[in-house]
């Protein structure tokens, strides 16, 4: 038996909230976690949504039925079947929304990449790929990938503000991974923002208004 592949177009799906233009200071780029669907995604951003601030939210390439042959539908970025050629096709389509948004808003306009549980290792498996400008990483109840040459791009990774932030009731980060993770965290070549909150593996309202507040606040100051 042998192996092939042959690239084919597929059409993305991505979902937004704001208007983009010369009035636009704030541009998140959020990537939802395994199984979710970009649409309910980025209703947690509404509370965040202003006159001044654009939201997107890319949809993972590969859909599926949670339950077998029907229900709730959701996506994924990638699998560990063929992963490499997975990544580079999500970076390939993340890189095609970044650029096509970024010709019409303004050069000075504060990026905000968050990913959400799986969506932490997409977007900096992405960023690693592609360097898109940043101003914030925000990595949501999600591991970073251990198997990246940070180190060479510590510049890059360092032009921007990077925070973590998980539920402490997160049943997916145990105390043990937590502690591994702190380890691992305590010798990349960047530093972490980190902060907590009571709740479990989800991305917070009232917690995503707060960062949400406090990125507005460390711009206009």
Not at 71 to 78: K, Q
Not at 85 to 107: G, N
Not at 112 to 121: D, E, P, V
Request: charged share 25%; aromatic share 14%; hydrophobic share 35%.
């Amino acid at each position: 038996m042998e192996a092939h592949t042959l690239r084919v177009h597929k059409t993305a799906h991505y979902y937004t909230l704001g208007q983009p233009g010369t009035h636009t200071r704030f541009w998140w780029i959020a990537c939802h976690g395994y199984g979710q669907a970009a649409k309910n995604f980025i209703r947690k951003f509404e509370s965040v949504q202003q006159p001044d601030t654009f939201i997107l939210a890319p949809e993972g390439l590969s859909r599926f039925y949670w339950k077998g042959f029907n229900g709730e539908v959701g996506a994924s970025w990638m699998t560990r079947e063929d992963r490499m050629t997975e990544i580079d096709d999500y970076c390939d389509y993340l890189t095609s929304l970044y650029r096509h948004y970024e010709a019409v808003l303004p050069e000075d306009v504060t990026v905000i990449l968050m990913g959400f549980s799986q969506g932490c290792a997409t977007q900096l498996r992405w960023m690693m790929r592609d360097q898109p400008a940043f101003r914030h990483l925000v990595l949501w109840a999600g591991s970073i990938p251990e198997d990246l040459e940070y180190s060479t791009q510590a510049d890059y990774l360092n032009s921007g503000d990077i925070h973590f932030i998980y539920g402490t009731e997160d049943e997916f980060l145990t105390p043990d991974r937590m502690e591994l993770f702190f380890t691992a965290a305590s010798h990349f070549p960047f530093h972490l923002d980190v902060s907590s909150f009571e709740g479990k593996h989800e991305v917070d309202r009232a917690e995503l208004e707060k960062l949400a507040d406090r990125i507005r606040l460390s711009v206009t100051h």
